[in-house]
């Protein structure tokens, strides 16, 4: 089996290069029998912490549609589908997974055909080695994410006008209101540091209010009538370009 790991970078700060660096010595101690490609794309990178970084990766590559999430996650997915990848593993450049974690997300991807997106789950740093007592599933989390071809032949790539956030949340809406699923396992752990795009801004409230509330809040809204949670509208779920043209 291949499989695909894709992650996109976003480092302009100290923090974040370290952050960054120790995600990717984590994900590289994997433990999976799997053949493994590493794709990264960046996003906005210092020169410097791109040439510190590129010995992780067997694809890096700049994002040809510039600073978009969204269009990193696209291109990235389908770059390595087209390369023979079964699966295509998503995380953050902020976080820690245990040993298993891609194996056992890979494994609980193969029990649940059914759905179209898996997701590992976040738990404390200090609790990495544990195993959990018992399976369970809850709400995805996209800081940890593992897909195959389904996704975007049943539901449609993300929607590249949400370029930092909700781009996730939009994803999930379309899902549900094609009557997909989505799911996540206990048994697939990593320890998430947070927003590092937050944290790594000089006013993490000036960056959340810029980012979030001006650009990516505003669109999701006007698209599904609704925040996260609140949606009204039951529109065409694999509408994706430019949807919040429709909306206004």
């Known amino acids: 089996m291949k499989i695909g790991i894709l992650t996109t970078l976003y480092i302009t700060s100290p923090l974040q290069f370290e952050l960054a660096y120790d995600s990717l010595e984590s994900l590289k101690?994997?433990?999976?029998?799997a053949e493994i490609v590493n794709m990264g794309i960046v996003n906005k990178c210092d020169a410097h912490y791109v040439q510190e970084l590129d010995k992780f990766y067997d694809i890096l590559i700049t994002n040809p549609e510039g600073n978009n999430?969204?269009?990193?996650?696209n291109f990235g997915i389908t770059t390595l589908l087209n390369l023979g990848c079964e699966y295509v593993v998503v995380p953050n450049l902020d976080i820690l997974v245990a040993p298993d974690c891609i194996q056992n997300l890979v494994y609980f991807a193969?029990?649940?055909p059914e759905c179209v997106l898996w997701t590992a789950t976040h738990i404390e740093k200090e609790n990495l080695g544990k195993m959990p007592k018992e399976e369970s599933?809850?709400?995805p989390d996209f800081s940890f994410f593992i897909v195959d071809k389904s996704l975007f032949d049943q539901v449609g790539q993300f929607d590249q006008q949400f370029f930092a956030y909700h781009g996730d949340n939009d994803m999930s809406r379309r899902a549900s209101l094609a009557n997909l699923k989505m799911c996540?396992?206990?048994y697939a752990r990593y320890w998430h540091y947070g927003s590092v795009s937050m944290k790594g801004a000089h006013d993490p409230k000036e960056a959340e209010e810029t980012l979030g509330s001006m650009v990516s809040r505003p669109l999701y809204v006007a698209k599904h009538g609704g925040e996260a949670d609140k949606e009204t509208f039951i529109y065409p779920y694999n509408?994706?370009?430019n949807s919040w043209q429709i909306y206004y």
């Open 184 to 186: 996540s396992t206990n």
């Open 239 to 241: 509408n994706r370009n």
């Open 110 to 112: 193969q029990r649940n």
């Open 137 to 139: 599933t809850h709400s």
């Open 29 to 33: 101690k994997s433990n999976t029998d």
């Open 69 to 73: 999430l969204s269009a990193s996650w």
